[in-house]
C-alpha cells in the first residue's frame, strides 16, 4: 500500500515536472536545517526558557529517530521497490535508512514544540505550525524518499516526546534539583545508545554489486546523535548552575549574540573536526565533535557573551 502510494505521487510529480518538485526540495531542506538554527537563535537572543523548550524537543527527536532507525535498518523505498525514482536533487538528503523519517522528525519536533507553547493572540500561529509538519511529511513522500509509514511515526515520536517533556520541564520547575536527575539519566541511555550503535549487527547486503547502505555510515549517524544529545545535557546542566543568560538587553547585543555565535560551530566543523577526527578515530570523534558543539551553543557561547556584556556594562 504505502509503494502504491508512492507510485501515485511519482506520476503526478513527473506530470508536473520542476514545478513542483524544486519547492518541495528547497521546502524539506529549510525546514528541517532551519528548525535547530531557529531554535537556537531564540535561546540566545528571544527567549532563554522557549529556547531550551525548542531545542530540547529538537535534540531528543533527533537522538530518539537515530535509535529506532538504526535498530530499525529499513531500506529506502527506491531499494525495495525499482519502480520508485525520486527526482536526483532529494536524494542528496536522503542518504542511509528509511524509518523513521528525519526531516520530518526534526520539523515535527521544532514546530509541534512550537504550536503547544503558542496561546492568547499567537494561538493562529499554531496552525501555521501544524501546516509546516503536514508539508514537511507531504514533501518526503512527494519527493520519494520516504513512505506514509516513515514520516508518520516521525510525527508520533515527536508528539509523544512533546508530551512526554512537557512533564518533566513542568517537574523541574517545581523542584529545580530535578535537573540534574534528568541529565544524568540522559547520559546514561545516551551511554548506552553508544555502545548499542557500536556493538550492533547491521544488514549488510549489496545491490548490482553496491553496497546497499554501509553499516559504518550508520553507525556514525547514530554517534552524531548521540553525541548532540549528551553535549546538549551536559551544557544545559552548566548553564542553568552557572551561568543563567538573559535575553533581556538591547535588539543590537540579541543581533551580535547571533552574529558572533552561529559562524563558530561552521569553523570548529571545518577546521577542528579533521584533526580530532584523526586523533581519536571517526566515531569517538563524532561523539565528541557535535557534542562539543551542542555544549558551545548550550553553554560556553552564552558563558563569553555574558562575561562581555557584563564588562561593557561596568566601563
Not at 507531504?138 to 520519494?144: A, D, E, P
Request: some cysteine; proline content about 6%.
Amino acid at each position: 500500500m504505502d509503494i502504491q502510494i508512492l507510485l501515485f505521487l511519482q506520476n503526478f510529480r513527473n506530470g508536473a515536472g520542476s514545478f513542483l518538485t524544486t519547492p518541495m526540495v528547497l521546502f524539506t531542506d529549510i525546514a528541517a536545517y532551519g528548525s535547530p538554527i531557529c531554535a537556537i537563535i531564540i535561546y540566545w537572543a528571544v527567549s532563554r526558557s522557549f529556547g531550551y523548550w525548542l531545542m530540547a524537543n529538537v535534540a531528543s527527536g533527533f537522538f530518539v529517530n537515530n535509535v529506532i532507525k538504526l535498530a530499525a535498518c529499513i531500506y529506502r523505498p527506491w531499494i525495495r521497490s525499482p519502480q520508485i525514482i525520486p527526482p536526483e536533487k532529494a536524494l542528496k538528503s536522503a542518504t542511509g535508512y528509511s524509518f523513521p523519517s528525519g526531516h520530518t522528525q526534526v520539523a515535527s519536533s521544532f514546530f509541534g514544540a512550537c504550536a503547544v507553547r503558542l496561546d492568547g493572540d499567537r494561538r493562529p500561529l499554531r496552525a501555521v505550525c501544524v501546516l509546516f509538519i503536514l508539508l514537511t511529511g507531504f514533501s518526503r513522500c512527494f519527493l520519494g524518499v520516504h513512505t506514509p509509514q516513515d514520516v508518520l511515526v516521525s510525527m508520533a515520536i515527536a508528539a509523544l516526546l512533546i508530551w512526554a517533556l512537557g512533564i518533566l520541564f513542568t517537574k523541574i520547575s517545581e523542584n529545580p534539583s530535578l535537573l540534574y536527575y534528568a541529565v544524568a539519566a540522559g547520559i546514561v541511555i545516551c551511554a548506552a545508545a553508544i555502545l548499542y550503535f557500536y556493538m550492533k549487527a547491521y544488514p549488510v547486503e549489496y545491490l548490482d554489486g553496491k553496497l546497499i547502505v554501509d553499516p559504518e555510515d550508520m553507525a556514525m549517524d547514530g554517534y552524531t546523535a548521540a553525541g548532540a544529545m549528551l553535549g546538549f545535557l551536559i551544557g544545559t546542566a552548566v548553564e542553568v548552575r552557572f551561568i543563567r543568560f538573559s535575553t533581556e538587553c538591547t535588539i543590537p547585543r540579541k543581533i551580535l549574540r547571533v552574529l558572533t555565535g552561529i559562524p563558530i560551530p561552521v569553523l570548529f566543523l571545518t577546521l577542528l573536526k579533521p584533526l580530532i577526527y584523526g586523533a581519536i578515530g571517526n566515531g569517538p570523534g563524532h561523539v565528541l565533535v557535535y557534542g562539543l558543539i551542542l555544549f558551545y551553543i548550550v553553554a560556553l557561547h552564552p558563558a563569553l557573551f555574558t562575561a562581555v556584556e557584563a564588562k561593557q556594562a561596568q566601563a
